[in-house]
């Protein structure tokens, strides 16, 4: 009885060699398959989202660059911002000066008129045009000239105070020119067409 368990010990034990050997082989082919199948490299979407990430990356440079430029943009118009304020401030300075120097001219240029207005008022008060006039009451004695030249039609007479006129003392029908005249208190001045006299 033990001879025949031998020889089927025998038997069998080829069979489970074969068996472990093909499930070995197995194994190590289903390990390999499972290993070409698991790659996350070769898949769709990890090609997908490496592709993405790419045109992402080369717009993230692109954004960058276009950020740079606008950087040095805005530095280059600071820049030209400073130098026109540079320039602003200094056409200020130069408005400013140029105010106060018209300020100072027109200043002067009141002073001016003030005193031209004060030599008019006073050449109005001393001035006398045609008509009678008596000397000490009507107007100051002294001497008395025409302010413009003259027609040839004017008539100066100095006469008398209460002789209506009469007796000349002088007189004179100057052609043109600018006359003068002399006349003391108590005297009559006549002038006709002679224009304004100024006493001087």
Request: net charge negative; glycine share 12%; aromatic share 4%.
């Amino acid at each position: 009885m033990a001879p025949e368990n031998n020889v089927a010990r025998k038997g069998k034990k080829p069979l489970v060699i074969g068996s472990v050997i093909a499930l070995v082989v197995g194994l190590a082919g289903g390990t390999g398959l499972g290993l070409a199948v698991a790659d996350p490299t070769d898949s769709k979407q990890y090609i997908e989202q490496s592709e993405l990430l790419q045109a992402t990356e080369t717009e993230l440079v692109e954004v960058k660059g276009n950020i740079d430029e606008r950087e040095a943009n805005v530095k280059t118009r600071g820049e030209e911002l400073d130098v026109r304020s540079g320039e602003l401030d200094s056409r200020s300075s130069d408005l400013d000066k140029r105010e106060k120097s018209v300020e100072a001219e027109s200043a002067a240029v009141l002073e001016r008129e003030k005193t031209v207005g004060l030599v008019e008022e006073e050449q109005k008060a001393k001035s006398i045009g045609d008509g009678v006039y008596t000397v000490g009451t009507d107007i100051e004695p002294g001497t008395y000239r025409a302010k413009e030249e003259v027609e040839t039609n004017c008539f100066w007479g100095i006469t008398k105070d209460g002789t209506n006129g009469e007796n000349y003392i002088a007189a004179g029908n100057p052609l043109g020119g600018r006359p003068t005249v002399v006349v003391k208190k108590g005297q009559v001045l006549h002038l006709s067409y002679c224009g304004t006299f100024v006493r001087q």
